[in-house]
């Protein structure tokens, strides 16, 4: 962002999307950040995210990041773009966001996503580019969770049996 830093709003959006791979989204958010945008919430912790969020959806966020970082407990939970992320030494994993009608979950790795959709669109599941959406009172699908995020670390070696 240094060298363009005096350009044009449409070229820093393009330097991060079309150079570095970064969604409309956050690449809007690193060039409000870099113009010195202070409009956006920070949180610092699970517990901030989830404030003022209703109890179904408190509930499910937590027991998402639960099942997750109960099968791999090498993940970190952090607050990276305003969302619960968890990473790894060689980056982010995993993310969860809370919207106003659903959840959205998603594995940092298109692959994994790529491989799991046939089952999660024969679930019912809507399947975005990126993330897969779920209701904010999800009865929380285990082995789902944890096939995603060890498609995303390379590792399905031990997937849980469908349905637990």
Request: charged share 20%; proline share 5%; aromatic share 8%.
């Amino acid at each position: 962002m240094r060298g363009v830093e005096s350009g044009r709003y449409v070229d820093q959006m393009a330097l991060l999307q079309e150079g570095h791979g970064f969604s409309r989204a956050h690449a809007n958010a690193v060039v409000q950040y870099a113009r010195g945008s202070t409009s956006a919430r920070c949180f610092a912790d699970l517990d901030g995210y989830l404030a003022g969020r209703d109890a179904a959806t408190q509930d499910t966020v937590r027991r998402i990041l639960a099942v997750v970082t109960a099968a791999y407990p090498q993940l970190e939970l952090v607050i990276a773009w305003n969302q619960p992320m968890l990473k790894d030494a060689t980056g982010y994993v995993f993310g969860v966001s809370a919207l106003k009608g659903h959840i959205l979950v998603a594995p940092f790795d298109p692959a994994a996503l790529a491989a799991l959709r046939p089952r999660l669109e024969g679930d019912g599941y809507v399947v975005n580019k990126k993330t897969v959406r779920v209701p904010l009172d999800w009865a929380v699908d285990e082995a789902l969770l944890v096939d995603l995020v060890g498609a995303a670390l390379g590792d399905l070696a031990h997937p849980l049996p469908r349905g637990q």
